[in-house]
């Protein structure tokens, strides 16, 4: 976000998530766990993040796969995070709507994503490459 500031994600799959803020110059760094609902068999994978332009916000995309046999895969959660104060905001997840053939259109996750923060909200857009082949987007309303 700044020159002296780094986010990390990190993943002890598939119990914990993290995101790490590292200051540079004080060479310190703060974790925050995020939220982690496995359902049944699930687990989650930390697949990328992003920040927002004006460097506030965090936007953290983990897929759900299942790990059992009879588990429905769910879909892709997107946690925003706080930059300063570092702090959870809240999560976005994707929900899931079956398709005459192959897998549920959403499950797939994003192709790929986009968020801008501003007004008391944060916006988030992406590419559905799977299905209808299309942006899409959603606003999320942030403390």
Known sequence: ???????????????????????????????????????????????????????????VLRQRYATAIFAAPGGPVIDLVQVKPFKFLGETR??????????????MGPSSFSIYHGNGAVTIQ????????EWKRRDVKVN
């Open 1 to 59: 976000p700044d020159e002296n500031t780094m986010i990390v994600d990190e993943s002890d799959f598939p119990e914990h998530y993290y995101v790490w803020r590292v200051d540079l110059q004080a060479q310190t760094g703060e974790r925050l766990e995020l939220p982690n609902d496995p359902g049944s068999g699930n687990r989650l994978a930390v697949v990328g993040n992003l920040t927002s332009p004006d460097d506030q916000i965090v936007a």
């Open 94 to 107: 994707f929900s899931e709507r079956a398709v005459p053939s192959g897998p549920p259109i959403e499950s």
């Open 126 to 133: 992406w590419f559905q490459g799977y299905g209808s082949y």
